[in-house]
C-alpha cells in the first residue's frame, strides 16, 4: 500500500528509536508492573503522534521553474528560475531544494508576505552537451522534535537541452559547388537563371519572355528559353564508431555534423544525415534533420556505440545517396587507406569530402584520389578548410 510505504520513510531514526522505546515501556509495564516504564511508553506514544500535523495538510508554499533558455550551445549562459510564492498564512519554509541530476541545490528562503513571491536563479553547467533535468522543487518538512519527516514535491522537472557549438558558414559553403546555375540539364524551362538560347513565339507564352530586339530584328516574336539548374542536394554520412575518435574529436564531429546541416538547411538544399550502422549489412541510421531544433536536439544526445566506422558507413549509404555531394564525418585515429576507401564508397556522380575531426590540429587539406580530405582542429577551422576545397 502506497500510503504505509510513504508513513514508513517518514519515520527518522529518532522516531525509530521512540516507537521501540514505547513499545518496550508497555511490555515492561505489563510484564513487570513497572509504572516509570509505562510513563515513558506514553511519553514516546505522544511524541511521535504530535509530529504528526507537522508534516500533513496543506503545503507551506507554491513554486515554479523556469528556464532563462531550453535550448543552449555548449558554454552558453544557461540559468533556472526558481519561484517561491506564500498562498496562505502557513509559515513558508526557510529553504527548498532543487534538484540538479542526481544532486539538488539548496536555496535559501526569505520570509514572504501572504501573497508574495521571491525568485532565485541558479547557474546550469553547460560544460557538455546533452539533456539536463532541472527540478523538481522540494521542500522538506519536519516537527520541532525530528521524529518524522516528508518531503513535499512543489513543481514538476524541466529539461534544458545543451546542443553542440555550431558556427555560420558563408552561404553556399554547405554545399561546396557554387550552383546560382548548378548543374546543366537536357531540358530547357521559361523560368531559371541560365539563358540558353532564343525560340519562336508559341501561344501561352509569357510575353515577359519576349526579347524585342531580336523579334524586331527577325521579323517575329522570339522568347528566351533557359537551361534549367539542379540545386545540389546534401548527405552528411557520421562515423559513430569510437574506436576512430580520440579524446573530444566526436564532440567536434557533432559540431561539424551541425553546423554542415545548418549551412545546407540555410541554402535549401535537400538533406540526409546518417550515422554508422550496425551491422556489415545494415542501413544506415537516419539522423533527425527535418528542423534546426530537430537535428541540434538529436546531436545533443548521440553517443558513439557498438556501430561501424566511416567506410562501412559510406558503402551502406551509397544505395540511397540522394545528392550531388557527401560529406564524410570521423575522428583522427582512421588510417588514410580506410578514408580513400570511404570516399570511394559513394557514387561517382557524387563528391565526397571526408572531413577528419582531429581536436588541437592544425587545419589542412589533403587529396586521396579523386577525394578531398579536410582536417579540422575546431570548428572555426571548417570555413577556411571548406574554402581550400572550392579552390581546388
Do not use: C
Not at 508534516?55 to 517561491?84: F, H, K, N, Q
Not at 558556427?167 to 546543366?184: H, K
Request: overall charge positive; proline content about 6%; charged content about 25%.
Amino acid at each position: 500500500m502506497r500510503w504505509l510505504d510513504a508513513a514508513v520513510r517518514a519515520i527518522t531514526p529518532w522516531g525509530w528509536t521512540l516507537i521501540a522505546a514505547a513499545l518496550l515501556g508497555l511490555v515492561l509495564a505489563r510484564t513487570l508492573g513497572w509504572a516509570e516504564a509505562l510513563v515513558a511508553a506514553v511519553a514516546a506514544t505522544v511524541l511521535v503522534l504530535g509530529a504528526i500535523p507537522w508534516i500533513v495538510g496543506e503545503r507551506w508554499a507554491r513554486a515554479r521553474i523556469g528556464l532563462s533558455a531550453e535550448r543552449v550551445p555548449v558554454g552558453a549562459d544557461a540559468l533556472a528560475l526558481v519561484e517561491v510564492s506564500r498562498p496562505t498564512r502557513a509559515a513558508t519554509p526557510a529553504q527548498v531544494d532543487l534538484g540538479m541530476g542526481d544532486d539538488e541545490v539548496v536555496l535559501e528562503i526569505p520570509p514572504i508576505d501572504v501573497g508574495g513571491r521571491v525568485v532565485r536563479s541558479v547557474p546550469l553547467d553547460t560544460s557538455r552537451r546533452g539533456l539536463r533535468t532541472i527540478g523538481p522543487v522540494t521542500i522538506m518538512r519536519t516537527d520541532p522534535f525530528g521524529v518524522l519527516e516528508r518531503r513535499h514535491r512543489l513543481t514538476v522537472s524541466r529539461t534544458l537541452v545543451v546542443h553542440p557549438r555550431v558556427v555560420r558558414l558563408p552561404g553556399g559553403a554547405g554545399g561546396i559547388v557554387r550552383d546560382l546555375d548548378g548543374e546543366a540539364a537536357a531540358e530547357r524551362t521559361a523560368d531559371d537563371v541560365s539563358f540558353h538560347s532564343l525560340r519562336e513565339y508559341a501561344p501561352g507564352d509569357d510575353r515577359r519572355l519576349v526579347h524585342w530586339r531580336s523579334s524586331a530584328r527577325y521579323g517575329s516574336l522570339l522568347v528566351r528559353q533557359f537551361e534549367p539548374s539542379r540545386r545540389a542536394d546534401t548527405l552528411i554520412v557520421l562515423s559513430t564508431d569510437p574506436k576512430e575518435y580520440e579524446g573530444d574529436d566526436f564532440e567536434l564531429a557533432l559540431s561539424l555534423v551541425g553546423t554542415l546541416g545548418l549551412a545546407a538547411m540555410a541554402d535549401r538544399r535537400a538533406l540526409r544525415i546518417v550515422e554508422s550502422p550496425r551491422t556489415e549489412r545494415g542501413e544506415p541510421t537516419p539522423i533527425d534533420a527535418a528542423t534546426r531544433d530537430r537535428l541540434l536536439d538529436a546531436l545533443a544526445v548521440l553517443e558513439p556505440g557498438r556501430s561501424l566506422g566511416i567506410a562501412a558507413a559510406a558503402r551502406a549509404s551509397r544505395r540511397t545517396a540522394p545528392g550531388s555531394l557527401a560529406w564524410l564525418i570521423t575522428g583522427s585515429k582512421v588510417p588514410a587507406r580506410t578514408l580513400r576507401t570511404a570516399a570511394n564508397g559513394m557514387p561517382a556522380d557524387v563528391v565526397s569530402v571526408v572531413v577528419r575531426a582531429a581536436v588541437g590540429a592544425l587545419p589542412s587539406r589533403a587529396r586521396l584520389g579523386d577525394a578531398d580530405v579536410v582536417t579540422v582542429g575546431a570548428i572555426e577551422d571548417l570555413s577556411r578548410g571548406i574554402g581550400q576545397v572550392r579552390q581546388r
